[in-house]
């Protein structure tokens, strides 16, 4: 039983990250995961849409990434998938690293493209440098319009197509690591999230009791696994979207990211729930009753910790990587006695 905790939070994935993120604009038909820091939106997975104005820049991973020509990006784009589809506005800069890359509407910076292939709509309007890589010469519609430079490199020659991180990229996950708020936490979030602890709480108890006293007996350690997976995984995964080849990798990646994300969170919920009860020693009648009040108890003070003004998001954050940590280094113990 404790073997299929992974599939029962791969099943149930998507719809708990809707929910956490419910109450905001719906950027994202399919997105498995959605991070708002101050500066940027994160999005991951498989068919992304973005059909509304997102007021900061833009960090997109997935299958299918479209933003429609309704849609306006106030800051930078950053996006990487298999295909990509640029028919609104980006006000700032704009980095695709695809197979299939179609641009048909206005981008007020500059363009880079690494694809396979490269297509310039009549719509196309340019105000900065268009910089490619690719296989073969873009197609570029001749109504496209290009005032700045336009440069092209072509893998056949042999050049070195990686190049350093955008900055504005790296700024965002520093902001993240020192405690900008990553991911909000609404009502309706919290009670899926407690469902979700509740139904691993009773379907595979000893797994549950193994990670809570995993985060018990070394919070330490689990705080600092949890963080070098967190900020860890995803750097892995950006830089592996850098190569056509990579791009699978990194979906996957973040795929794999977005599961232990929220299967951090649902032991957060377990482990800061049982910390309170043990530590005020609370009674709630039988084994049932206590572990209903554990859950009960760890969601709202997660709820009302993320919530809080200044250290809300020091507080999310480590609560998080607890989680995480918990979970890797009972899984760690589970291998070794194996």
Same mark, same amino acid.
């Given at each position: 039983?404790?073997?299929?905790?992974?599939?029962?939070f791969s099943g149930l994935f998507s719809l708990?990250?809707?929910?956490?993120?419910?109450?905001?604009?719906?950027?994202?038909?399919?997105?498995?995961?959605?991070?708002?820091?101050?500066?940027?939106?994160?999005?991951?997975?498989?068919?992304?849409?973005?059909?509304?104005?997102?007021?900061?820049?833009?960090?997109?991973?997935?299958?299918?990434?479209?933003?429609?020509?309704?849609?306006?990006?106030? *800051? %930078?784009?950053? +996006? $990487?998938?298999?295909?990509?589809? @640029?028919?609104?506005?980006?006000?700032?800069?704009?980095? /695709?690293? !695809?197979?299939?890359?179609?641009?048909?509407?206005?981008?007020?910076?500059?363009?880079?493209?690494?694809?396979?292939?490269?297509?310039?709509g009549p719509d196309t309007q340019i105000d900065?440098?268009?910089?490619?890589?690719?296989?073969?010469?873009?197609?570029?519609?001749?109504?496209?319009?290009?005032?700045?430079?336009?440069?092209?490199?072509?893998?056949?020659?042999?050049?070195?197509?990686?190049?350093?991180?955008?900055?504005?990229?790296?700024?965002?996950?520093?902001?993240?690591?020192?405690?900008?708020?990553?991911?909000?936490?609404?009502?309706?979030?919290?009670?899926?999230?407690?469902?979700?602890?509740?139904?691993?709480?009773?379907?595979?108890?000893?797994?549950?009791?193994?990670?809570?006293?995993?985060?018990? *007996? %070394?919070?330490? +350690? $689990?705080?600092?696994?949890?963080? @070098?997976?967190?900020?860890?995984?995803?750097?892995?995964? /950006?830089? !592996?979207?850098?190569?056509?080849?990579?791009?699978?990798?990194?979906?996957?990646?973040?795929?794999?990211?977005?599961?232990?994300?929220?299967?951090?969170?649902?032991?957060?919920?377990?482990?800061?729930?049982?910390?309170?009860?043990?530590?005020?020693?609370?009674?709630?009648?039988?084994?049932?009753?206590?572990?209903?009040?554990?859950?009960?108890?760890?969601?709202?003070?997660?709820?009302?910790?993320?919530?809080?003004?200044?250290?809300?998001?020091?507080?999310?954050?480590?609560?998080?990587?607890?989680?995480?940590?918990?979970?890797?280094?009972?899984?760690?113990?589970?291998?070794?006695?194996?």
């Open positions: 039983m404790r073997r299929s905790c992974p599939a029962l708990a990250l809707l929910a956490i993120s419910f109450g905001g604009p719906a950027y994202a038909n399919e997105a498995a995961v959605r991070w708002q820091s101050d500066d940027a939106l994160y999005l991951a997975g498989a068919e992304i849409l973005v059909k509304e104005a997102v007021e900061s820049d833009l960090r997109a991973s997935g299958e299918s990434i479209v933003i429609a020509d309704d849609a306006k990006i106030d *800051g %930078s784009a950053w +996006l $990487a998938g298999r295909r990509v589809v @640029v028919d609104g506005r980006v006000d700032g800069d704009l980095d /695709i690293r !695809a197979q299939s890359v179609l641009l048909n509407g206005p981008i007020n910076g500059d363009v880079s493209v690494w694809a396979v292939d490269v297509t310039l900065g440098d268009f910089v490619y890589y690719s296989n073969a010469p873009a197609d570029i519609s001749a109504e496209a319009g290009i005032d700045g430079e336009t440069e092209a490199h072509f893998f056949s020659e042999g050049e070195d197509i990686s190049r350093a991180m955008p900055h504005d990229w790296r700024d965002g996950w520093e902001e993240r690591r020192h405690g900008g708020r990553t991911l909000e936490l609404t009502l309706p979030g919290v009670v899926v999230l407690a469902l979700l602890a509740g139904l691993v709480s009773f379907v595979a108890p000893r797994w549950s009791e193994s990670v809570q006293l995993a985060a018990r *007996g %070394s919070p330490a +350690l $689990a705080v600092f696994y949890g963080l @070098v997976w967190m900020l860890g995984l995803p750097l892995v995964g /950006i830089f !592996a979207a850098f190569t056509i080849v990579g791009i699978p990798f990194a979906f996957l990646l973040m795929v794999l990211y977005g599961v232990v994300f929220l299967a951090g969170m649902v032991t957060a919920v377990l482990v800061i729930g049982r910390f309170i009860v043990s530590l005020f020693n609370m009674q709630f009648g039988d084994g049932s009753g206590q572990q209903l009040a554990v859950i009960a108890i760890g969601s709202v003070v997660l709820w009302a910790g993320a919530a809080a003004p200044l250290l809300g998001g020091f507080f999310w954050f480590a609560s998080i990587a607890l989680g995480i940590g918990a979970i890797l280094i009972a899984g760690r113990v589970q291998y070794e006695t194996l």
